[in-house]
């Protein structure tokens, strides 16, 4: 059943101002390498850099979606209810075939975009995309001063490796208090469009990263914070420590939960992590 010719409407007009903002943008901007985003200004990242670290871990690797906020919450449920209206929209679909192309897509590649792109659609730019579905974090996302305090516990480097374009997760961390302008929780995000053509699960994505952070990291020596299983199992492969959150309700089995995770928690919360991985915060 369509949605209604208002809502369509509305819908047009969101789709149709992002792509003149993009053309905008395009005629503005000149080429350049993708980059992560650093989430700190300049005399924060250098006071960070001479405040002493932990001697255990060369880096700490957040998820975004479902870790830092619970997956629960509504705004998954909402992004998703976005990214059917753009395909109801721009390719004329039913509803019963957006719901069912965008679970296609991302199950075919964990990334609602890529997986689409690979379906062959026609789907803009990643920005505006991503734009457009993530619209509206603020309405669900908000400050949580005891993330912020176990975050800051941990002694380490600290970023962010999101599926989601850069700025999207920025907007994110802005919402929930963990930006540049409120905290010096996280040095920078890697997001969908630093990792691209790859994303999340796939190793290049992980080895892109990787390499951003420097020689002296090796991944071996970093933990990896994450609520799909299948990212937890790509981050094992690498040998990183592996701490699996549960926000989303999951199902995954004993045996991956045994071979894969160091560490299952329901949310990242001091008590929590401290009982099960202490060397988190010496």
Do not use: W
């Amino acid at each position: 059943m369509r949605a209604s010719r208002g809502a369509a409407r509305a819908v047009a007009r969101d789709i149709a101002r992002l792509a003149v903002a993009r053309r905008h943008s395009m005629a503005r901007a000149t080429p350049r390498a993708a980059r992560a985003v650093d989430a700190r200004p300049r005399a924060r990242a250098t006071r960070r850099a001479s405040t002493a670290r932990g001697s255990n871990f060369d880096a700490l690797v957040f998820d975004l979606d479902g870790v830092l906020y619970d997956g629960a919450n509504g705004y998954l449920a909402h992004v998703r209810a976005r990214q059917r209206a753009y395909l109801r929209e721009r390719f004329g679909m039913t509803a019963a075939e957006a719901a069912a192309t965008r679970k296609t897509a991302f199950a075919k590649a964990s990334q609602c975009y890529k997986g689409l792109r690979d379906l062959g659609l026609d789907v803009e730019s990643q920005e505006a995309f991503t734009a457009y579905c993530r619209a509206g974090a603020e309405t669900f996302l908000k400050p949580d001063a005891a993330l912020e305090e176990c975050l800051r516990a941990m002694p380490y480097r600290k970023v962010v490796m999101t599926n989601t374009s850069e700025t999207e997760g920025m907007k994110a961390l802005t919402a929930l208090g963990l930006d540049a302008s409120s905290s010096d929780a996280f040095e920078k995000v890697y997001g969908g469009i630093f990792t691209a053509p790859a994303c999340k699960p796939q190793r290049e994505a992980f080895e892109k990263v990787f390499a951003d952070l420097g020689r002296d990291v090796d991944p071996r020596r970093c933990v990896m914070f994450e609520d799909s299983m299948k990212n937890v199992k790509a981050a094992k492969s690498f040998g990183m420590t592996t701490v699996f959150v549960r926000t989303r309700g999951e199902s995954v089995l004993d045996d991956d939960v045994e071979a894969c995770c160091d560490a299952v928690v329901d949310e990242i919360e001091f008590e929590q992590l401290r009982r099960q991985l202490p060397e988190l915060f010496d």
